[in-house]
């Protein structure tokens, strides 16, 4: 036997990863789930993590939607990735802004041929604030509201809206698959830390829906599936101060740094592309937990 073939390995069950001398191929199941040629609708798609998300997916031959509020930055996206992309402005905690990013997909899926294949519901904001201040006053219900408005109820919202026109695509695959909802949480729906009351319960929440979502979409084939990051480089941590960085790199075990949008960006491709992700929430954390101070 040669060199070069000692190297191949083959499990029937698994994706298998195929090495020859400097040659690589990766063959895909046959019950993987197909990107090419799918819409894929990302909220948060102009930034951070969503934007990373819809790049990678678009490099696998989806079309992808994008919604968010940076109208500047979302046109020089579309402009750079072509005619496989769209995008929509969209205030996700709006019910009507919504429903015409959906309706603006669903038209652009009718010109294209290419069914909705999955929703990425990547917008999200953080605002601290402890639940008594040191003056004994409350935490606002606005910034309450805030939060949840776009982490929780924007989450659903979209879902909700983009589901209908998924479960009436043809059945893939063989299993029969329609599709997949991936949902963005936070290591703070585990561990939050003071002051993050409001965002560890909207996080919390995208957490516990997870499981009741994909028993609820199970007849039709569609999966829900949630992945929660720690401190990753986006649009949020940039806000950090040198010395909040500093502390949580601290708590961090392996590795001691900021996740790349790429390394989120092939989570969520593996979330797709796996069928037997289904009900979960994937912790994406390097084992850091984080500390109830920083």
């Known amino acids: 036997m040669s060199d070069a073939s000692r190297n191949v390995h083959f499990n029937l069950h698994a994706p298998t990863l195929l090495r020859l001398e400097s040659v690589t191929f990766y063959c895909l199941s046959t019950f993987a789930m197909k990107i090419a040629d799918r819409t894929f609708i990302i909220s948060g798609g102009a930034s951070g993590l969503g934007l990373a998300t819809a790049k990678d997916l678009h490099s696998a031959g989806a079309y992808v939607s994008l919604l968010d509020l940076n109208a500047d930055s979302g046109s020089q996206i579309v402009s750079e990735l072509g005619a496989r992309a769209k995008f929509f402005e969209t205030d996700v905690s709006d019910t009507e802004s919504i429903k015409a990013a959906?309706?603006?997909t669903i038209a652009w899926v009718t010109q294209t041929g290419k069914e909705i294949g999955g929703v990425i519901a990547g917008a999200g904001v953080g605002l601290p604030g402890l639940i008594v201040d040191k003056k004994n006053e409350p935490i606002s219900i606005s910034s309450i509201d805030f939060v949840l408005n776009i982490n929780l109820r924007g989450t659903l919202d979209l879902i909700r809206q983009a589901v209908p026109h998924m479960t009436t695509n043809k059945p893939a695959g063989p299993d029969g698959e329609r599709g997949v909802i991936i949902m963005i949480a936070s290591s703070a729906a585990f561990d939050g830390q003071m002051g993050q009351v409001a965002y560890a319960a909207s996080k919390g929440a995208v957490a516990a829906l997870t499981l009741p979502l994909a028993r609820d979409l199970s007849r039709y084939g569609i999966r829900a599936?949630?992945?929660?990051?720690?401190?990753f480089d986006s649009a949020m941590t940039?806000?950090?101060?040198?010395k909040v960085k500093e502390s949580l790199y601290k708590a961090m075990e392996f590795p001691k740094r900021a996740g790349q949008p790429d390394e989120f960006a092939r989570v969520v491709r593996d979330s797709v592309e796996n069928v037997m992700l289904?009900?979960?929430?994937?912790?994406?954390?390097g084992a850091m937990r984080m500390p109830a101070r920083l």
């Open 238 to 242: 940039k806000m950090m101060g040198a």
């Open 225 to 231: 599936v949630t992945i929660a990051p720690a401190m």
């Open 278 to 285: 289904n009900g979960t929430v994937l912790r994406l954390d």
């Open 102 to 104: 959906v309706d603006g």
